[in-house]
């Protein structure tokens, strides 16, 4: 592992802290020239508002540790849930927010339906599955609110994408 990608890799994400872009699957790849250094990151949605800090903070980091960067924004593949690693899928249940499960796949149109979105999707304080949504959209674009049915706690719930 370059000394870029390890410092690109420890920027966290400015709306789920707990996560690095690493962890969140939105660092696809940095490439190093001598202290030239391009990082490549996708988008959770295409019209995420936390791209242009994302961008300014491995920009700043990646400055302070002696590289003139820039950030490329590659949108194809698009991201998916599923590349949130392991590790932050844990972080995301250690401060209380649940962790997506695979993201739904087809093999044609989506079609469109204006009723929530069905999940499973367990507790991440008591481990319960007896949850109910109360919103389909959270503090961001890519959360919704549950309620344990058990503990009574609300928490929110990352979206499979």
């Not at 932050?88 to 149109?109: E, I, K």
Request: glycine content about 6%; charged content about 20%.
């Amino acid at each position: 592992m370059s000394t870029a990608y390890a410092v690109a890799a420890s920027v966290t994400d400015p709306e789920m802290p707990m996560l690095t872009l690493a962890d969140l699957g939105v660092l696809r790849e940095v490439e190093q020239c001598g202290r030239d250094v391009v990082v490549t990151i996708t988008p959770t949605y295409s019209g995420c508002p936390a791209m242009a800090t994302m961008r300014d903070d491995l920009v700043h980091r990646l400055s302070d540790a002696g590289f003139d960067a820039r950030v490329v924004v590659a949108l194809s593949p698009a991201w998916s849930s599923d590349w949130i690693t392991e590790h932050g899928r844990q972080a995301l249940r250690d401060h209380g927010l649940s962790a997506p499960g695979p993201a739904p796949t087809s093999g044609g149109p989506i079609p469109l339906t204006l009723m929530p979105t069905a999940r499973l999707v367990s507790c991440p304080r008591c481990g319960s599955a007896k949850t109910e949504l109360t919103s389909e959209f959270g503090a961001t674009a890519c959360k919704a609110l549950y309620r344990c049915s058990d503990c009574r706690e609300p928490f929110e719930h990352v979206k499979e994408i």
